[in-house]
């Protein structure tokens, strides 16, 4: 029963490739999110939806292409894949971000390779 | 310059020891400030959550602000091997997006 699922866990392809990650949370938050953490351990924030609504979009290639079909799923399509995509990608959900103190739920992490 | 700078460490402590860890900032909208724990290869987890000015503990955890410094800390007291992880702070204002340090590798030794 994890709170936010991310799958797959690892990936690895070739450049040029397009892949898909994917994303569930069953905390019932209307909150979601996609961060990208690399080498240095840097998380940085890509993507927020609300509800299914896109929220937040930082400046990330548009390469780049999140879907919500629902307020439970989030996920993160990447196309024409270069080495620098290469890092692992988090989930997240919150609850009301109004109310700051919960922070964010985090999914385990994909750790994306582009050879 | 990012908005929130922390020091990468390493940090190697021996178990028993007080632990201290910082973030400064540059954005004073800034008002909700957190720290997450990351052990390896897992996603990161909510220790502390502190609003605004003031001190806040959890047991061997104690997160300070000071934002007239823009300056916050997090404390472990009597620190235990099972600490060992990365800590990032994090902190936001009136939006939803949580601005990350780069986070601080921490490693207690038995």
């Known amino acids: 029963d994890t709170a936010v699922s991310q799958t797959p866990k690892y990936l690895v392809t070739q450049m040029g490739n397009d892949k898909s990650i994917k994303c569930e949370q069953n905390?019932?938050?209307?909150?979601m999110y996609w961060y990208k953490q690399d080498s240095k351990k840097f998380l940085k924030i890509m993507f927020s939806?609300?509800?299914?609504?896109?929220?937040i979009n930082e400046t990330v290639p548009n390469r780049f292409s999140p879907k919500s079909p629902d307020k439970a799923h989030l996920n993160l399509h990447i196309n024409s894949l270069e080495l620098g995509d290469s890092a692992v990608y988090f989930c997240?959900?919150?609850?009301?971000?109004?109310?700051?103190?919960?922070?964010?739920?985090f999914g385990s992490g994909t750790r994306l390779t582009v050879v | 310059q990012k908005e929130v700078e922390q020091d990468p460490g390493p940090l190697s402590v021996p178990e028993g020891a007080i632990v201290s860890l910082n973030c400064t900032y540059s954005?004073?909208?800034?008002?909700?400030f957190m720290w997450y724990r990351q052990y390896s290869r897992k996603g990161p987890e909510l220790l502390m959550y502190?609003?605004?000015?003031g001190n806040k503990e959890d047991g061997r955890f104690t997160a300070q602000v000071d934002k007239s410094s823009k300056y916050i800390s997090l404390f472990i007291r009597d620190s235990q091997p099972s600490d060992s992880a990365t800590y990032l702070c994090?902190?936001?204002?009136?939006?939803?997006?949580?601005?990350f340090g780069t986070g601080t590798r921490l490693q207690v030794f038995p």
């Open positions: 997240a959900s919150s609850q009301d971000p109004g109310r700051k103190g919960y922070g964010y739920t």
């Open positions: 905390l019932g938050h209307d909150t």
């Open positions: 939806y609300n509800n299914k609504e896109l929220i």
């Open positions: 954005n004073s909208a800034f008002q909700y």
């Open positions: 502190t609003y605004s000015s």
């Open positions: 994090a902190m936001t204002g009136n939006t939803d997006k949580l601005i």
